[in-house]
């Protein structure tokens, strides 16, 4: 990185930001009150309201969010006339998964190999120490040039819509001329990259019931309707035979205009076993762009362990459908629950229940902020020209923002690069991502004054 007083100041804060985060990750504050306990997730916001505060942000306030959550708010003032600029984090991770599978306890922050592993390192805790980096650098380099709001959503993993509709009854809150969401990622680690498309997504739990209770395998199989066997029939109907997403009356040719993904870095990137073939059909980034993906998140049933000899009477499965920007997520909510009804097989009985849902997003990379983030990016990234490409998960209040603030200038950037393994075992952050995103935010907010 080329020198210049901000990246200094950026890289002389990098120890208390390990610090930080550490603190910040020892939160177990996953939105799930029936796994993980409330105090955490409380705990989390706590102590992104007292650094803000020592920030000296006025109006800080945990603001109760309709899904029972909350999301922390603050405002820095600016010079007068300054323009406001809103940043985005969440501090909600998702479950750790299976903890034997984690090297390092997951939420411990551990250092290993170069990067910092634990759960929301990058996946957005990350985010919080990066916004609160760039301020640090500016306040210590003439100040910060803008009107600052910062909001760290506490559900943003459940999908439970919280802060979305706190905003709609609020829509004053979050106004700004240009808003930056802090929870999305580069390309690769070291590729300045803003993220241009989100999909959107929907979450479903399915239910299949065939028989008043379970029954013995020898005496009943072969004639009683297994709920488990019609449910996995169901969950096989959405998949072609190559993998695609088949969702009857969803689209699913849409193609990629833009950053390519070359088929073996995606393998190398995902962690492709030697010999597994890749799922779907058209370009990689096609498939995870702009294209529908479901994945079943989870299924209720008897474990192999301590499984008995018998016909199950009932079976569920909780279903996530991705759908890219174009296609409305309360239509494709109706045809996946249609799709679901329709192919269950043996008239069994079938529910199908809502759990989440958000719209898919797409930015307008022509506006003034998308040159101020890349020349800062530039300054950031020596010798790298920032790159625009899609992330085919779901920030389902970027269209919230969207529809409220239409002159608002939305820009897409963090730290969940591939090898950053968000939602999986062993989530890490590069400590060199963290810090040059931190210097290009603070460029960003300085060259975004000036224009």
């Not at 600016?78 to 501090?91: D, R, S």
């Not at 996530?320 to 309360?330: I, N, Q, T």
């Amino acid at each position: 990185m080329s020198s210049n007083p901000v990246a200094e100041t950026v890289s002389s804060l990098m120890p208390r930001a390990k610090e930080e985060l550490t603190a910040l990750v020892a939160f177990k504050s996953v939105a799930d009150f029936d796994q993980f306990p409330r105090s955490e997730s409380v705990g989390a916001a706590n102590w992104i309201a007292a650094a803000l505060r020592a920030e000296g942000f006025q109006d800080v306030d945990l603001l109760d969010t309709p899904d029972g959550t909350q999301s922390v708010y603050g405002y820095l003032p600016g010079p007068e006339g300054a323009k406001t600029v809103l940043l985005y984090a969440h501090y909600d991770v998702q479950p750790p998964l299976d903890e034997a599978g984690w090297v390092t306890p997951p939420f411990e922050l551990t250092e290993r190999d170069g990067r910092w592993y634990g759960r929301g390192a990058a996946d957005c805790k990350g985010g919080v120490l990066m916004h609160l980096l760039a301020l640090r650098a500016l306040k210590a380099n003439g100040g910060v040039p803008v009107h600052v709001k910062v909001i760290a959503e506490g559900s943003e993993e459940q999908g439970t819509g919280g802060l979305e509709r706190y905003a709609e009854q609020h829509p004053d809150l979050l106004s700004a001329d240009t808003i930056v969401i802090g929870d999305a990622g580069n390309f690769r680690a070291g590729l300045p990259t803003v993220t241009s498309t989100l999909r959107g997504m929907t979450l479903v739990r399915v239910r299949v019931d065939t028989l008043e209770g379970n029954l013995h395998s020898g005496q009943f199989g072969g004639a009683a309707p297994d709920a488990l066997a019609a449910l996995i029939r169901v969950l096989d109907s959405l998949r072609a035979e190559d993998g695609s997403t088949t969702v009857d009356g969803l689209a699913a040719d849409s193609r990629w205009e833009g950053l390519a993904y070359d088929e073996e870095q995606f393998r190398r990137d995902a962690r492709v076993l030697d010999g597994v073939e890749l799922i779907g059909s058209g370009s990689v980034a096609d498939r995870i762009w702009a294209r529908p993906a479901v994945t079943v998140l989870g299924i209720d049933c008897p474990p192999v362990v301590g499984a008995t000899p018998s016909v199950q009477a009932g079976a569920r499965a909780l279903v996530s459908l991705r759908v890219p920007p174009g296609v409305d997520a309360a239509e494709a909510t109706k045809l996946l629950q249609a799709h679901l009804e329709a192919r269950t097989p043996w008239g069994a009985r079938v529910g199908v229940e809502q759990i989440g849902q958000g719209q898919a997003f797409r930015a307008d990379t022509t506006s003034p902020a998308y040159q101020a983030m890349a020349d800062a990016m530039a300054v950031a990234y020596p010798g790298e020209e920032m790159q625009y490409a899609g992330q085919g998960g779901s920030i389902p209040l970027c269209n919230t923002l969207a529809a409220l603030y239409p002159q608002a200038e939305i820009l897409l950037i963090g730290l969940s690069e591939p090898e950053a393994q968000i939602h999986a075992v062993n989530e890490s952050v590069s400590p060199e991502e963290l810090e040059r995103l931190s210097v290009a935010e603070a460029l960003f907010l300085r060259n975004y004054a000036a224009s």
